[in-house]
Structures are given as structure tokens and as C-alpha cells.
């Protein structure tokens, strides 16, 4: 909502907002795409008369079904010692773990995709222990569900902190934003 309130000053285009980040980052860029225009997570944050609504995510190597991460087999395979981390994402969400607890649940994005979110590149590296790909691909597939452009990127190797990708995934995320933020030419 800052970002389009100070719009015109900047000379920033507010119908052309995209939104990335990495881990927690990418947790956070889906969860802005996806809640968009719910009264719940409008109000705080000020500039109330601007939209939060953007137009394209690159989430990349975020938690987007909390509840899944710890009960999710497949999931809690790919993480080892993920007991420390129900503890710091229940440190983050501000409540100890529960499968059913609102908390959690509304914290996912996963639980929030409907056909008006904006289409989303997820960018992830297979190897990942800190936060499983499967989370990517997921939402991924939650997203194509539900009638949402969506494109998954998964890398073989790099781990949580894309080693040796940096370059290869800002690639990919540049392009992504260039076509999905592409101005429309109106006839």
C-alpha cells in the first residue's frame, strides 16, 4: 500500500507490482499475494485507502502450509531436526504447534489460494533441508487448481541458500517479472 500511495512520485507504474523474497522472504511474498482484499489481513499497516493487491510473486524457498511441513510424511523426511523448527515457526506464528490451531492455519498461504491471485513463479532447490520443495510444489499445484498461472522452478542442487544458482534463479525471477509485469497494450 506505501509502495503505490508513493506511486507517482517515483514514477512507479501501480498497476505493475510484483513481490519476491527468499525463505522466510518467499513465505511472506506469497502470503501478500494470496490475502489480498481480505479484511483480516488489511488492516494494519497504514495507507489505508491503497491497495495491498499485487500483480505478480517469485516466492522462493518458503513455508506455504505450515500445518503440512510437521504432518506431511514425505515432508518431515526431507527435514532433519524439524522438532527445533516446530518450535521457532511456533515462535514466529506466536503459538506452540497444532494441526487445527487458527493460528497456523491462517499463516499458511496454501489455505488462502483462490482463482484471483496473482500467477507466481516458485523457485526451489530439491536439496533443500531447511524447508522442503515439496512445500514449492504444493502450491504449486494449489494454485493451478484453483485457475492461477503458476510455474515451478526446482533446481536439483544449491540447498536452502541456492549455492551456485544465485545467478541462474535471478535470471529466472527477472524474466518471470518481465512477462508477467508486462505493461498491456490496449487497442
Given at each position: 500500500?506505501?509502495?503505490r500511495?508513493?506511486?507517482?512520485?517515483?514514477?512507479?507504474?501501480?498497476t505493475?507490482?510484483?513481490?519476491?523474497?527468499?525463505?522466510?522472504?518467499?513465505?511472506l511474498?506469497?502470503?501478500?499475494?494470496?490475502t489480498?482484499g481480505?479484511p483480516?489481513f488489511e488492516?494494519?499497516g497504514?495507507h489505508?485507502?491503497?491497495s495491498?493487491?499485487?500483480q505478480?510473486?517469485?516466492?522462493?524457498?518458503?513455508v506455504?502450509?505450515?500445518?503440512?511441513r510437521?504432518?506431511?510424511?514425505?515432508?518431515?523426511?526431507?527435514?532433519?531436526?524439524?522438532?527445533k523448527?516446530?518450535?521457532?515457526?511456533?515462535?514466529?506464528?506466536?503459538?506452540p504447534?497444532?494441526?487445527?490451531?487458527?493460528?497456523?492455519?491462517?499463516?499458511?498461504?496454501?489455505?488462502?489460494?483462490?482463482?484471483?491471485d496473482?500467477?507466481?513463479?516458485?523457485?526451489?532447490?530439491?536439496?533443500?533441508?531447511?524447508?522442503?520443495w515439496?512445500?514449492?510444489?504444493?502450491?504449486?499445484?494449489?494454485?493451478?487448481?484453483?485457475?492461477v498461472?503458476?510455474?515451478?522452478q526446482?533446481?536439483?542442487?544449491?540447498?536452502?541458500?541456492?549455492?551456485?544458482?544465485?545467478?541462474?534463479?535471478?535470471?529466472?525471477?527477472v524474466?518471470?517479472?518481465?512477462?508477467?509485469?508486462?505493461?498491456?497494450?490496449?487497442r
Amino acid at each position: 500500500r506505501f509502495v503505490r500511495k508513493i506511486s507517482g512520485e517515483y514514477q512507479i507504474d501501480p498497476t505493475r507490482i510484483g513481490a519476491t523474497g527468499r525463505s522466510a522472504g518467499g513465505t511472506l511474498a506469497a502470503l501478500l499475494a494470496v490475502t489480498s482484499g481480505m479484511p483480516e489481513f488489511e488492516g494494519a499497516g497504514g495507507h489505508a485507502g491503497f491497495s495491498s493487491r499485487i500483480q505478480a510473486a517469485v516466492p522462493i524457498a518458503g513455508v506455504f502450509d505450515f500445518v503440512a511441513r510437521f504432518t506431511d510424511r514425505e515432508q518431515l523426511a526431507l527435514q532433519p531436526g524439524y522438532q527445533k523448527k516446530i518450535i521457532s515457526n511456533g515462535e514466529w506464528i506466536g503459538t506452540p504447534f497444532g494441526a487445527t490451531d487458527h493460528h497456523w492455519l491462517r499463516s499458511s498461504a496454501a489455505r488462502h489460494v483462490d482463482r484471483t491471485d496473482p500467477p507466481m513463479l516458485f523457485i526451489h532447490c530439491r536439496d533443500d533441508a531447511t524447508v522442503p520443495w515439496l512445500q514449492s510444489r504444493d502450491m504449486h499445484q494449489s494454485l493451478l487448481k484453483a485457475g492461477v498461472g503458476s510455474t515451478l522452478q526446482i533446481y536439483e542442487s544449491g540447498g536452502h541458500g541456492f549455492k551456485g544458482k544465485g545467478e541462474t534463479s535471478m535470471e529466472d525471477m527477472v524474466e518471470f517479472f518481465s512477462r508477467a509485469l508486462a505493461p498491456t497494450i490496449r487497442r
